[in-house]
């Protein structure tokens, strides 16, 4: 590790403002701070505390700098000395002189390397008779010639090792290029390139400096989008993809806005929407929240409006939530019980984006409407009252338990007068009274959160290895029929309609078509019949299935129906969301007719969804741990 990156984890991992504060007694003013200078004498603060940028400054005196700057003053120490203590307070290893030296020769060379990678890429993208489609696919998701070269869009070659002949005939060594991440060792110890026909999207640091990259399979390859490994120089937890572009925009805004894949980025930022930044296809990590902190004092998630997306957004708001605490409170949790609290200080917003819409796509019919919904963002505890709604049967008592479980830790990181205020949703919601949801309150334990927090990642985990083809659990649906004989209650209960992938619904409904007397699915008949594409399909699902199954055999039934539950809560859902989008058509324009079967619709999904929980509320934790179990090998194979 070079000084420099030592001193950058230094201030992610220390607040300036816990810093500052032991030394100077500091108000709060807006997002900042505000104290007596420690430098010169004065009886009105002129001595301000910046969160966002790690700065401060005196505008009576002129003092300014960062943590690093204020210590050595304060203390009349010099850098070296600041530097060790800061490092042992933060954790971080400091590297020795020569160490560095050599650590930041080296990754100059690679970034020499994926420059010359990034170049490689963007004239095949320009000149590739290959990339043809590429180019339709770029112009198709609206990005502008202009744009492609700001973010140096290119395209990877089919040639296995194209890329690796490149940089071979500029000098790159072997060792280099590994390190680089660019490559992959065969078994046979030649190098094949990394990346293969894919759309590639170089990804810098904050400090623009290019340290790996993405990919987007252009044809059925998977996985749909590929990331650098972890290298010397990538580390795709910490990095924020376009946050180079967007930092100027993000300070002038006070905002962020947090969306899930690059073309996002990349087509709000042509369309004059500066500060959105991508978290890279996945939920944001601890690290890259501090980053975002220091930027702006609003931070917003605009991610996609679908399953995967919405865990990630759960997700998201958890890991703000604890990696952005800040000023400690004592609160009562009793009548005569006080424990201390931190809050959070920072403006967390979500964006509910319209079902089936992701940014880019909004961003380029009607920039006004992302703007809007933008504007419109809500705040958690309006997210979780909405899950909660959606989630639980909030008229019984398990029900408005499991809302108050749900909602605990996102309450609890508001202060005082917020608190009350989301208490009072909260009871109103729930239809009791607010001293209820105070002591249940009381009773949520860490535990309860870390378990949540495990099912969130397994969940997330699920959605990110099968992105880009059928969920996980709809595999696993396929497998079940497919290699267990006693699976013939559940497929006498499919339909084909729960499942969300059109050729996992596809392959399902043939397969249910081909059951026979014992209501099993002879799957050699069945596989006669499919086309190239779904006997493909298939086959991958019945070799992973060796994996998956058999579970144990007296879990079977209830395993089952726990499945078959899962995937008809599931279309229920989906179902009831399209009736009220129709509903809300219907009213505006005096459709009473369709208004009132709409309304009898949504009603008996209402009923449906209440006894299907009521069900699962019954079953045998036995057979919704088998559930569980199957579904977490299924996403580790996946």
Known sequence: MATSDAIA?????????????AHVALARAGRNLRGLCPFHTEKTPSFYVFPDQGTFH??????HGDAFTFLMRAQQADFGTVLRDLAQRAGVTLPDRHAAAREDARAERLRQV????ARFYQHALHEAREAEPVRAYLAQ????????ERFQLGYAPAPGDALWRHLRSQGVERPDALAAGLLVERDDGSLGDRFRQRVMFPIRDGQGRLTGFG???TGE????YLNSPQTPLFDKGATLYALDQAQTAIREAGAVVVVEGYVDAIVAQQAGFGNVVASLGTALTERQARQLNRLAGRIVLALDADAAGDLATQRGIEVLIRA???REIQRAVGPHVLRPQQVVEVELRIVRLPPGQDPDEIISRDPRTWEALCAQAIVPVEYYLGLAAERFDLRAPAGRRSAIALLAPIIDSYDSFDRQHHLQRLALLLGVHERQVVQQLARSSPQTAQARRGQYDLLEEMAARTRGGPPAVERYAIALLLREPGAGALAAQMD????????AHALLAHLLAHRDAGGGVDAEQARATLDEELAAMLDEIDAQATAWLPIDPSALPSTAAALWQHLRLSHLDCEQAQARTALAEAQAVGDVDTARTLLKRIAQINTEVYTLKRAGAQRSATALDALSAAVAGTAATS
């Open 9 to 21: 984890q230094i201030k992610e991992r220390l607040s300036i403002a816990e810093l500052i504060g």
């Open 58 to 63: 005196c505008f009576g005196c002129g003092a």
């Open 114 to 117: 994926l420059e010359a990678a």
């Open 141 to 148: 998701r609206g990005i502008e010639p202009t744009t492609q």
């Open 215 to 217: 990919g987007r399979a």
């Open 221 to 224: 390859s998977h996985p749909k």
């Open 324 to 326: 952005l605490r800040g």
């Open 496 to 503: 084909a309609a729960y499942l969300t992938d059109p050729r």
